[in-house]
């Protein structure tokens, strides 16, 4: 009888990566209590807009409603990131999750109370807001300090698959909830999510963090901040490279929508299906890149061509269950590109900058995909659902070869530096 194939050395370095950051303790009571949390957020999000739709019969109030809290973000998330990086990244969210909790459990007394108003809704939103702006930032640089840096790259796919599991899983449970027992239901869920997060972080063993340095206070930090990452071509590359595709690649909910209904001619059940399936690639996406101990500038370039040749195609996508097969695949290639983003930002970054770093990264990705949505839901009314995705998908294509050609003049004059250098210190080698 023929015995077991052994696993090849590769795949057991790959399946260890995500292993070895699940062997932080305080990991995985982070990872346990942000599994929970984002399930919350889902259901929080869609109570919410179904509540605010019941009571003002407007979706100009839901758009107002999802507006308020994420303009915050854009305000005040480089501020957040130098919160990270001048406290205790651990204490930050220990208050930020706690308030948070507090607002959510006050939405949903609300809600149960019977006494809620749209203008409630508005103001935690706006609030709830102002708090992300401060969390996420901290949120993400606080990988590192658990795992160290050689296993961010795993922890961060692990977190990624975490938050695409609750976007499916955190809807459905929401709707299932309002329509049995009511949304305010949705929401007391949320609120004690938080606290499973909090209670996660009083549970760490502090001592298991790495100890690294803080920013020491001075002024104009924020500057410094934006002066380091547009001075480092390690930094830069990839958050340019990072605007481009979330700026006309990431708009899916304009894609999809114009999609099923112009040009496939379908109605909400398939919508319900392109974005579940989209999801699902994104979901598988970041289980591979937990399987990775690196992430090397070739594979974010590889990453992002291969979504935007993935957008193009279903561009040209002649059936239904064709583009449903290219969309699964898009989102895989994307989750891939936007979690090495992440990871090769956080390596290559200062742990006293890291905050600063990863906030820039959440604002150019999140305010280029606010520029490009309207522009793009422009460019489909104008000319054609098809036209748009291709378009979108060839800039991504171009936004690759770009940085290809950028990277390679970078490294090119590195090494005409050094060469230099060298003869310089070469004659007065033999004193």
Same mark, same amino acid.
């Given at each position: 009888m023929k015995g077991l194939r052994r696993p090849r050395k590769h795949e057991r370095a790959s399946q260890s990566n995500a292993l070895k950051a699940l062997g932080h303790r305080n990991y995985r009571l982070f990872l346990l209590g942000e599994t929970v949390s984002d399930t919350g957020t889902w259901m929080q999000r869609v109570a919410q807009d179904w509540i605010v739709l019941k009571l003002t019969g407007s979706t100009f109030a839901v758009g107002v409603t999802m507006a308020l809290q994420s303009v915050p973000m854009l305000l005040f998330g480089l501020l957040g990131g130098l919160v990270a990086d001048r406290f205790p990244?651990?204490?930050? /969210?220990?208050?930020?999750?706690?308030?948070?909790?507090?607002?959510?459990?006050?939405?949903? /007394?609300?809600? #149960?109370?019977?006494?809620?108003?749209? #203008?409630?809704?508005?103001?935690? @939103?706006?609030?709830?807001?102002?708090?992300?702006?401060?969390?996420?930032? $901290?949120?993400?640089?606080?990988?590192?300090?658990?795992?160290? %840096?050689?296993?961010?790259?795993? *922890?961060?796919?692990?977190?990624?698959?975490?938050?695409?599991?609750?976007?499916?899983?955190?809807?459905?449970?929401?709707?299932?909830?309002?329509?049995?027992?009511?949304?305010? #239901?949705?929401?007391?869920?949320?609120? $004690?999510?938080?606290?499973?997060?909090?209670?996660?972080?009083?549970?760490?063993?502090?001592?298991?963090?790495? *100890?690294?340095? %803080? @920013?020491?206070?001075?002024?104009?930090?924020?500057?410094?901040?934006?002066?380091?990452?547009?001075?480092? +071509?390690?930094?830069?590359? +990839?958050?340019?490279?990072?605007?481009?595709?979330?700026?006309?690649?990431?708009?899916?909910?304009?894609?999809?929508?114009?999609?099923?209904?112009?040009?496939?001619?379908?109605?909400?059940?398939?919508?319900?299906?392109?974005?579940? /399936?989209?999801? /699902?690639?994104?979901? =598988?996406? *970041?289980?591979?890149? @937990? %399987?990775?101990?690196?992430? %090397? +500038?070739?594979?974010?370039?590889? @990453? $992002?061509?291969?979504?935007?040749?993935?957008?193009?195609?279903? *561009?040209? !996508?002649? !059936?239904?269950? &064709?583009? =449903?097969?290219? &969309?699964?695949?898009?989102?895989?290639w994307g989750m891939l590109f936007t979690s090495g983003v992440s990871a090769t930002l956080q390596l290559a970054s200062d742990a006293e900058m890291r905050g600063r770093v990863m906030s820039l990264y959440i604002l150019v990705l999140n305010g280029s995909t606010a520029i490009g949505g309207p522009l793009i839901g422009w460019w489909a009314a104008a000319w054609n659902p098809r036209a748009a995705l291709a378009v979108c998908g060839a800039t991504s294509i171009l936004a690759a070869s770009g940085a290809v050609v950028w990277r390679r003049r970078i490294t090119a004059r590195q090494s005409c530096e050094a060469a230099r250098g060298e003869a310089v210190i070469a004659p007065g080698a033999d004193i």
């Open positions: 990244r651990r204490a930050v /969210l220990l208050v930020t999750q706690s308030l948070m909790g507090v607002l959510s459990g006050a939405l949903a /007394l609300l809600a #149960w109370t019977g006494d809620i108003r749209v #203008w409630h809704v508005y103001l935690i @939103a706006a609030l709830l807001g102002v708090l992300i702006a401060t969390d996420l930032p $901290a949120r993400q640089a606080f990988v590192a300090d658990m795992v160290g %840096r050689e296993s961010v790259s795993a *922890a961060l796919g692990l977190n990624s698959a975490a938050g695409q599991l609750a976007k499916v899983t955190g809807p459905a449970a929401a709707g299932l909830l309002i329509a049995g027992v009511g949304g305010s #239901w949705a929401m007391a869920f949320n609120a $004690a999510s938080y606290f499973c997060v909090v209670l996660g972080l009083l549970l760490m063993r502090e001592q298991e963090l790495c *100890a690294e340095p %803080r @920013a020491v206070r001075e002024r104009k930090q924020v500057r410094a901040g934006l002066r380091y990452a547009f001075g480092q +071509p390690d930094l830069l590359v +990839p958050i340019s490279l990072a605007a481009a595709v979330g700026t006309f690649g990431y708009n899916f909910p304009v894609f999809l929508s114009s999609f099923t209904k112009t040009v496939f001619a379908r109605g909400p059940g398939a919508y319900g299906l392109l974005t579940t /399936l989209l999801a /699902l690639g994104a979901l =598988c996406g *970041a289980l591979a890149a @937990a %399987r990775r101990s690196e992430v %090397r +500038p070739s594979m974010l370039t590889g @990453a $992002a061509l291969c979504f935007g040749a993935l957008e193009v195609a279903g *561009a040209l !996508s002649p !059936s239904f269950v &064709l583009f =449903c097969a290219l &969309l699964t695949c898009a989102g895989l």
